[in-house]
């Protein structure tokens, strides 16, 4: 028998997987309905313009099918400091200090590696994507579990918990705004404090920045590395998977100071040795490019949350601020995540995951409907599909 490494006895699935099988199975869902794929953070925004022409243009190009440079082609990491420091005021130095990765989770994974010891406890908000709190296991790391609060009907940072929460064993915030999956946003006050503990107890923030443009009701974008200090102890993770939609390209980045990006090199060559040869051109053309189709596509998005709040303004979701997906707090109906997941189905034919795994009791309270993947004509049919199942009558019973 295989002896199981002890670091995965913590990690468990997100539960996307098994609703997605489940949704691919006609006999799962009310055969009345064709399912409502809200499980899973797909797409159909459309893409950046240059994405596909440059993506074909670079393919002949032998750079596209080359191991080097094992850290990242220069010119797409030149092209993601003039990106960054763009809305920062920050720029990075591009050979030293800019780490190109597949993704940014894996950027994430990197970070952590190179910055947590085993046994090290990681700042991360109660709820957080499961794909974040499990890369904290997966390095040796401890999760401590910090919530979001719902304060007239919107996320807020229990700003109390976080203080309190950093110990003497706490070596870093790993942090994202808007988050995933509730879609909570960071106001000023909340990133002073976040800057203000980092320098006090000489703490490193892991910032996942993958969604933090994609923000709804005029609110601004507010950046870590606005604040004195922060550049120094930030590692920043980037991705063109949300804002530019570029899902399976699979770019994504690391910037930060030079010694620990020299570190979070070594861990990506020693575990994937080339990033993205194929997807370099494109990722470059792409940032380089006009920014517009960002605002369009959140545009889109917070048009497609507000048709969801609108339409059913009894369900007990909560606002989100930002990102592709919203929360409903199904524990105030009575039922748990994965029973409320699996009655959605086969009620309503709408794919939706339960939030176990993805933080502690917050978390658990709720299920994710995501709002990037289905346009707004099929959204329209959310009340009659809920009609008459069984969540449908908890809400009237409230």
Same mark, same amino acid.
């Given at each position: 028998m295989i002896r199981r490494a002890k670091r995965l006895e913590p990690i468990r699935g997100f539960g996307i997987d098994e609703v997605a099988a489940a949704a691919d199975r006609p006999a799962q869902a009310n055969p009345r309905w064709p399912v409502l794929r809200m499980e899973n953070l797909d797409t159909d925004l459309r893409l950046p313009p240059e994405a596909i022409a440059a993506t074909v243009d670079g393919l002949e190009r032998p750079e596209a099918n !080359?191991?080097? *440079?094992? %850290? $990242?082609d220069l010119g797409l990491r030149e092209a993601i400091a003039d990106f960054t420091a763009e809305r920062t005021g920050h720029r990075y130095e591009p050979e030293r200090e800019i780490v190109i990765t597949c993704g $940014?989770?894996?950027?994430? &994974?990197? =970070? +952590? &590696?190179? %910055?947590?010891?085993?046994?090290a406890e990681v700042i991360v908000t109660d709820p957080t994507y499961a794909g974040i709190v499990n890369r904290v296991h997966l390095a040796g790391g401890t999760p401590k579990l910090v919530p979001f609060r719902v304060v007239g009907g919107e996320w807020r940072l229990d700003q109390d918990a976080l203080a309190a929460g950093v110990g003497t064993d706490t070596v870093a915030l790993l942090l994202m705004s808007p988050s995933m999956p509730s879609g909570g946003v960071f106001g000023e006050d909340d990133w002073r404090l976040i800057c203000d503990v980092c320098r006090e107890r000489d703490l490193v923030l892991i910032y996942d920045a993958a969604m933090e443009r994609l923000l709804f009701d005029g609110r601004p974008l507010i950046h870590p590395l606005h604040f004195a200090g922060m550049a120094?102890?930030?590692? +920043?993770?980037?991705s063109i998977s949300k804002e530019h939609r570029m899902i399976g390209w699979r770019v994504g980045w690391v910037a930060g100071p030079a010694q620990a990006i020299a570190d979070i090199g070594w861990t990506h060559v020693y575990n994937t040795t080339t990033p993205v040869g194929i997807a370099r /051109?494109?990722? %470059? /053309?792409?940032?380089? $490019?006009?920014? =517009?189709?960002?605002?369009?596509?959140?545009?889109?998005?917070?048009?497609?949350?507000?048709?969801?709040?609108e339409s059913l303004p009894d369900w007990p979701f909560v606002r989100p601020g930002g990102g592709w997906s919203m929360l409903l707090d199904v524990a105030a109906l009575g039922f748990s995540a994965p029973e409320a997941s699996r009655l959605l189905l086969e009620d309503s034919s709408i794919a939706a995951t339960g939030m176990v795994g993805w933080g502690g009791a917050v978390a658990e309270r709720y299920v994710r409907f995501v709002f990037s993947a289905e346009p707004a004509?099929? &959204?329209? !049919?959310? *009340?009659?599909?809920?009609?008459?199942g069984r969540l449908a009558a908890a809400v009237a019973d409230r």
């Amino acid at each position: 028998m295989i002896r199981r490494a002890k670091r995965l006895e913590p990690i468990r699935g997100f539960g996307i997987d098994e609703v997605a099988a489940a949704a691919d199975r006609p006999a799962q869902a009310n055969p009345r309905w064709p399912v409502l794929r809200m499980e899973n953070l797909d797409t159909d925004l459309r893409l950046p313009p240059e994405a596909i022409a440059a993506t074909v243009d670079g393919l002949e190009r032998p750079e596209a099918n !080359s191991w080097l *440079p094992f %850290t $990242g082609d220069l010119g797409l990491r030149e092209a993601i400091a003039d990106f960054t420091a763009e809305r920062t005021g920050h720029r990075y130095e591009p050979e030293r200090e800019i780490v190109i990765t597949c993704g $940014g989770m894996e950027g994430l &994974l990197n =970070a +952590v &590696l190179a %910055t947590v010891d085993p046994g090290a406890e990681v700042i991360v908000t109660d709820p957080t994507y499961a794909g974040i709190v499990n890369r904290v296991h997966l390095a040796g790391g401890t999760p401590k579990l910090v919530p979001f609060r719902v304060v007239g009907g919107e996320w807020r940072l229990d700003q109390d918990a976080l203080a309190a929460g950093v110990g003497t064993d706490t070596v870093a915030l790993l942090l994202m705004s808007p988050s995933m999956p509730s879609g909570g946003v960071f106001g000023e006050d909340d990133w002073r404090l976040i800057c203000d503990v980092c320098r006090e107890r000489d703490l490193v923030l892991i910032y996942d920045a993958a969604m933090e443009r994609l923000l709804f009701d005029g609110r601004p974008l507010i950046h870590p590395l606005h604040f004195a200090g922060m550049a120094e102890r930030t590692l +920043v993770v980037g991705s063109i998977s949300k804002e530019h939609r570029m899902i399976g390209w699979r770019v994504g980045w690391v910037a930060g100071p030079a010694q620990a990006i020299a570190d979070i090199g070594w861990t990506h060559v020693y575990n994937t040795t080339t990033p993205v040869g194929i997807a370099r /051109a494109a990722a %470059t /053309a792409v940032l380089r $490019g006009e920014q =517009a189709h960002v605002g369009e596509a959140v545009a889109d998005l917070e048009r497609r949350r507000d048709l969801m709040l609108e339409s059913l303004p009894d369900w007990p979701f909560v606002r989100p601020g930002g990102g592709w997906s919203m929360l409903l707090d199904v524990a105030a109906l009575g039922f748990s995540a994965p029973e409320a997941s699996r009655l959605l189905l086969e009620d309503s034919s709408i794919a939706a995951t339960g939030m176990v795994g993805w933080g502690g009791a917050v978390a658990e309270r709720y299920v994710r409907f995501v709002f990037s993947a289905e346009p707004a004509e099929r &959204l329209e !049919s959310l *009340p009659e599909r809920l009609e008459g199942g069984r969540l449908a009558a908890a809400v009237a019973d409230r």
